[in-house]
């Protein structure tokens, strides 16, 4: 696209927000999201379908233009933002998103790419449908606990070279996914982010083991059903004859192991800082930090928990670099691809993802939800396209709302426990449903195309997750959240 053409379409956003400048120099918080109106998305869904889109259009141009198209969809939401709401609101915004919230996402992933890439499986391992939905299952379960990405960067490796030799195996790493990559992360606060942040806002951190029934309902049918799947595309496979023996399995890169423990161990320990008083204020919840960056009374402070953490990743991911045979890296083909492109994309995600959220947290509590199939449903459409996060957070304070005498005690109120194992469910479970609903799902599809693996479109996929996840989604809604 043109430097003229980005000129002319920012412009007339601009003489579009122009009607609020006068009165939102100062907006922030809930008053920004009350503001916006609602067409103010339209930049972040320009985002998501240049994702969807391009690549089918012309893949080698998107391959090496898609940190133009980021920038420019960055720049046509926050250009009139800036000139509408004033540089103190905009560049608040601006640097509270990417110093909260994206620096840490990537430096999570980043640390867990790295560390994941120097451990190697070898050995004989046929992928099989047997073998398959037990590396999956043993994935599965370990997303509990070194959570969705954690496990992720740990098993898709092993998952692909099991199944090298195969023709047919998009719908492996698609199952990897709706598995490993987010229904897995359900059952601990290091699961999965969102619930993570309901552990910070007082939910007792074994409470979210309650999930083990829908969980295990959802992990059952969908093993279930990738057998049954897989045997059929393993059938119209030619199996290779067997050259000599055996190779016994192996792991090589073990020491790794241990960074992969300094890196969830950095999480939990993150938490437990939170609810310190050296901290954080107890009264309010808001963490002591280092200011970046003032705008009248409101402050961008970088937290001394996130900076511990932080550093404690990237320590760990330096190590691994360090201590690892670059053939081990060598042999498990890893190279800075995935981890690039998914900075790249999702910093034009982050920025343009601003105004959804600003409007969700301002109007959520207007959607009129008092069910909890309502919640389940709501928390997780949207969770299946911004920051299941906040997300998260919004519907468990419209929840808290609701004025329940009994329940789970939050910091934000009494939440009844069916309706916080609605909010819980679709926010973990409907980050399945795109590949932008979850952080790991990205990575995940750009390492599978990275080994040849040609995977389906954002379309594509979508096409897979209605047709397998919605309608169990359903029978959760009928199950459980009646």
């Not at 004989?124 to 073998?131: D, E, Q």
């Not at 007792?204 to 093993?223: A, D, E, K, S």
Request: aromatic fraction near 14%; include cysteine; charge should be positive.
């Amino acid at each position: 696209m043109s430097i003229k053409r980005v000129a002319v379409l920012t412009l007339l956003l601009c003489g579009s927000f122009l009607p609020l400048g006068g009165v939102a120099w100062a907006a922030t918080g809930n008053e920004l999201g009350k503001m916006l109106p609602l067409w103010s998305v339209l930049p972040f869904v320009g985002m998501l379908l240049s994702i969807a889109i391009w690549p089918l259009v012309n893949a080698s141009w998107w391959e090496h233009n898609m940190g133009k198209v980021s920038l420019f969809w960055s720049l046509v939401f926050f250009v009139p933002f800036l000139i509408a709401f004033g540089s103190g609101t905009a560049f608040t915004q601006a640097v509270e998103v990417y110093l909260l919230d994206y620096l840490p996402f990537i430096i999570l992933l980043f640390g867990l790419f790295v560390v994941a890439g120097g451990i190697i499986l070898r050995g004989t391992l046929r992928g099989n449908p047997g073998v398959n939905v037990l590396l999956l299952l043993v994935g599965t379960i370990l997303s509990s606990w070194i959570g969705t990405t954690g496990a992720s960067m740990l098993m898709i490796r092993p998952v692909i070279r099991a199944n090298e030799w195969r023709r047919y195996k998009a719908h492996i790493i698609i199952f990897f996914i709706f598995l490993i990559s987010n229904i897995g992360g359900a059952l601990t606060p290091v699961g999965d982010p969102p619930l993570f942040l309901g552990y910070l806002r007082g939910v007792p951190f074994f409470w979210t083991m309650r999930l083990i029934l829908p969980m295990g309902f959802n992990v059952l049918i969908l093993l279930t059903l990738y057998y049954f799947l897989d045997s059929y595309f393993y059938r119209k496979e030619k199996v290779p004859r067997a050259k000599g023996g055996q190779d016994p399995l192996r792991v090589e890169g073990l020491q790794n192991l241990i960074y992969l423990g300094i890196i969830v161990g950095a999480v939990i320990l993150s938490g437990i800082l939170a609810k310190n008083p050296a901290f954080a204020d107890q009264q309010t919840g808001n963490l002591y930090g280092i200011t970046i960056f003032r705008h009248g009374e409101e402050a961008v402070v970088l937290p001394y928990t996130n900076i511990i953490r932080d550093l404690a990743i990237l320590l760990a991911a330096f190590l691994s670099w360090k201590t690892t045979s670059m053939d081990i890296r060598k042999d498990n083909r890893f190279t800075w691809g995935p981890i690039k492109e998914v900075a790249i994309l999702f910093a034009g995600i982050f920025m343009t993802m601003i105004p959804a959220l600003a409007i969700l947290h301002a109007r959520g509590a207007e959607l009129g939800l008092t069910h909890p199939a309502q919640f389940f449903w709501a928390t997780g459409a949207l969770s299946s396209f911004l920051d299941n996060a906040p997300t998260y957070l919004v519907f468990l304070t419209t929840a808290t709302s609701l004025g329940a005498t009994t329940g789970v005690p939050t910091t934000l109120g009494v939440v009844a426990p069916k309706m916080l194992m609605a909010i819980s469910c679709g926010a973990v479970f409907m980050g399945a449903n795109t590949y932008i609903g979850n952080a790991p799902n990205f990575m995940v599809r750009s390492i599978a195309e990275e080994n040849n693996i040609r995977m389906p479109s954002f379309f594509g996929y979508m096409g897979w997750s209605i047709g397998i996840l919605i309608p169990l989604f359903i029978l959760d809604t009928l199950i459980f959240f009646r």
